[in-house]
């Protein structure tokens, strides 16, 4: 309903009124935050690789720095906390673009999240493969960062499954308002 005139959103815009925007999709908005949690963490964990900062914050009995310091902690040559905040990055900005009023409703943009963290779930359910059976120690930041990945996993599936009634809205707002008027 529109403030206005008390008139549902279609019938308002057939009458030429305005209408309040449509909110932006919680999915990305979820990934959007979730990505800048992630880059915050892998670099962190990048700043200590570099040698910029001392010691991990690991807590009682963590095993960060033996996992940071192993022979997995680069892959093909480039630091993993590297990738991570390359791939963290890559989706937070696909997300904030996503959340523009003309990519909204794009279905393009969601397929593209859920590609990115099926990669990403990938590729850390196999650096948390090498921490319990080849390294045998366990990164708290790892596990957080792998927590963030499910969850942005997870965001991302639930706007693929919600991009579809955004596209129709869409779709059913612009044809109400190219409608021939009823008499």
């Known amino acids: 309903m529109t403030p206005a005139s008390g008139r549902g959103v279609r019938e308002a815009e057939a009458a030429g009124e305005p209408t309040a925007p449509a909110p932006p999709p919680w999915p990305r908005m979820a990934v959007a935050v979730l990505s800048l949690i992630g880059v915050f963490i892998a670099g962190y964990l990048l700043l200590h690789r570099l040698g910029l900062i001392g010691r991990l914050l690991c807590g009682p009995g963590g095993s960060c720095e033996t996992v940071q310091e192993s022979a997995y902690a680069t892959f093909l040559g480039v630091p993993v906390p590297a990738i991570g905040v390359a791939g963290y990055l890559l989706l937070l900005v696909l997300a904030l673009a996503g959340l523009q009023p003309g990519l909204a409703a ?53 706007d693929l499954a919600t991009v579809g009634a955004r596209a129709r809205a869409a779709a059913a707002s612009a044809a109400s308002s190219n409608a021939p008027e009823e008499p």
């Open 106 to 158: 794009d279905r393009r943009v969601s397929v593209a999240l859920v590609a990115l963290t099926v990669v990403a779930l990938a590729f850390t359910a196999y650096l948390n493969a090498l921490e319990a059976y080849v390294i045998h120690a366990w990164c708290r930041w790892c596990i957080a960062s792998a927590v963030v990945v499910a969850l942005t996993f997870v965001c991302a599936l639930a």
